[in-house]
């Protein structure tokens, strides 16, 4: 049973910024690629930033180039999302998510393809 638990989430102003963690138990995370996925009240879920397993690849939305970074410390067991210059647009609940794989390149912006969420932590950005 693979279990994801995020923290790091606030109450912040427009131009902070703030580190989600995802503490990731159960299997080989190593074996895991991890997405960060946001939902604000009335929208769908949409992607954020995923890591491949083997840390070389990342992806992101076009709206957090820049200013998010994703990371993994495969030691850890933690995946990461540093966010910064953080706007009121970026106010959600924001999800961690994680898919086994074999490609050591493989990382995904559908949340679809992930089989495992975490259960979430609010980051609310005031103006």
């Known amino acids: 049973q693979v279990q994801l638990v995020e923290s790091g989430g606030g109450l912040v102003q427009t131009g902070d910024s703030l580190r989600l963690s995802c503490a990731v138990s159960?299997?080989?995370?190593?074996?895991?690629?991890m997405g960060w996925f946001r939902q604000a009240p009335g929208k769908e879920r949409e992607f954020v930033a995923a890591?491949?397993?083997?840390?070389?690849?990342?992806t992101y939305a076009d709206s957090v180039k820049a200013r998010f970074t994703i990371s993994r410390d495969n030691a850890k067991n933690t995946v990461y999302l540093q966010m910064n210059s953080l706007k009121p647009e970026d106010t959600a609940v924001y999800y961690c998510?994680?898919?086994?794989?074999?490609?050591?390149?493989?990382?995904?912006?559908?949340?679809?393809?992930?089989?495992?969420w975490g259960q979430g932590t609010q980051v609310t950005v005031s103006s």
């Open positions: 998510a994680a898919e086994l794989s074999g490609n050591s390149d493989y990382r995904s912006a559908l949340p679809g393809e992930y089989d495992h």
């Open positions: 159960g299997r080989t995370f190593s074996s895991y690629a």
């Open positions: 890591i491949s397993w083997s840390v070389v690849s990342t």
